[in-house]
């Protein structure tokens, strides 16, 4: 049976929950599957996967207010008549399990893409609609045993497939390392990523007079005034020849082949599509001890794990990575990509969404 899927999210913007949801799209369609991409706001950062892959992507409103966006998203789905919607990110999982509550039929898969910290009223009222979804699927073990251990209704619907990497596009390169040493970030500049701690971080190996050079790409005119709190914080502690921050770019894998570490200090997360990427590539992975991240890097493995709160303790980790001699570096190179292909292959991934779908 060729079953008609809806994948469904905010927009197509340059986030990681959208990468991945553009990418089970491609890989339902190859399988045979009908697959629609639904969106509420304008954004084509990602639109050209689905364009190359003759993947139909439709705006339902946009620059409506609440109520109305979810009748046109309703008015939509009910059209459409699909088997499945898949929705990513708590919003459009709180939608479509809305949608589901006023009887519209289908079978709903909602994705939790982050580890909460908190439960806010919000979230209250979405884990309550979790109760209208055939499947929840968190994309971090941390994420489903915190669900799991605060509502015990949602074990038997909890359904952990964590992220995937294209290990073709992000392939294992070799790599000399730079006379002054190349650390890269990408994520977006904003709180809960610690731009403002890591460059604390960076003052203390700039006062040990290390050699190295931090690229952060992450740029969002949505958090403007955090970035210019950032190079405020940059000029201040005089760290210019040290750290620059860059936009977002669609050539992220460019950079990881240039960088010798790749680094993510955030405060939470739930699988990182970065950590990822660049473990498929072969970096050493130089990151916060939060969530899921020790599952990935393993320390004086493939890399070092840190506290996002102790600028002082991530800058001693950095330093170990830029430390240690040239065969271990190899070596982690190696053990970031034979990891990568071990645990976030494409195929485990959507061998657990087919499961699912099928039944």
């Not at 479509?96 to 898969?109: D, E, G, M, N, P």
């Not at 970096?283 to 709160?309: A, H, K, M, Q, T």
């Not at 991530?314 to 292909?341: F, V």
Request: charged share 25%.
């Amino acid at each position: 049976m060729s079953y008609k899927i809806i994948l469904f999210t905010d927009s197509l913007g340059a986030g990681g929950a959208q990468r991945q949801l553009c990418g089970l799209a491609v890989m339902l369609k190859n399988l045979g599957y009908d697959t629609k991409v639904l969106t509420y706001q304008e954004s084509d950062f990602y639109k050209s996967i689905l364009d190359e892959n003759r993947i139909r992507s439709i705006v339902v409103g946009d620059n409506c207010g609440p109520i109305q966006r979810i009748q046109s998203i309703r008015k939509f789905i009910k059209k459409e008549n699909p088997q499945w919607v898949i929705a990513y990110q708590e919003t459009p999982s709180l939608i479509a399990a809305l949608i589901k509550l006023t009887r519209v039929k289908f079978k709903l898969i909602v994705s939790e893409r982050n580890t909460t910290q908190q439960i806010t009223f919000r979230d209250k009222v979405r884990f309550f609609l979790y109760r209208y979804a055939n499947v929840i699927v968190p994309n971090s073990y941390s994420q489903e045993n915190f669900l799991a251990s605060r509502y015990g209704w949602m074990k038997k619907k909890l359904r952990t497939i964590t992220n995937f990497v294209d290990l073709n596009k992000f392939s294992f390169t070799s790599h000399i390392r730079n006379e002054i040493p190349l650390i890269v970030i990408a994520a977006s500049i904003w709180p809960p990523k610690n731009t403002l701690g890591f460059i604390n971080a960076i003052r203390f190996l700039a006062q040990k007079d290390v050699q190295f050079k931090v690229k952060w790409y992450g740029y969002s005119a949505a958090y403007d005034d955090y970035f210019q709190q950032a190079i405020l914080k940059i000029a201040e502690y005089g760290l210019n020849q040290y750290i620059e921050l860059l936009p977002k770019t669609k050539k992220i894998q460019d950079e990881y082949q240039q960088a010798d570490f790749f680094c993510l200090p955030s405060f939470y997360e739930g699988v990182p599509n970065v950590i990822a990427e660049a473990m498929a590539t072969g970096r050493p992975i130089l990151c916060s001890n939060v969530c899921d991240n020790p599952r990935y890097v393993v320390e004086g493995v493939n890399g070092y794990l840190f506290d996002p709160y102790n600028p002082e303790d991530m800058a001693d980790k950095i330093l170990k990575g830029l430390s240690i001699s040239d065969h271990e570096y190899s070596q982690m190179c190696q053990e970031s990509r034979r990891r990568a292909e071990e645990m976030l292959s494409m195929d485990i991934f959507i061998n657990k969404y087919v499961e699912i779908i099928e039944g």
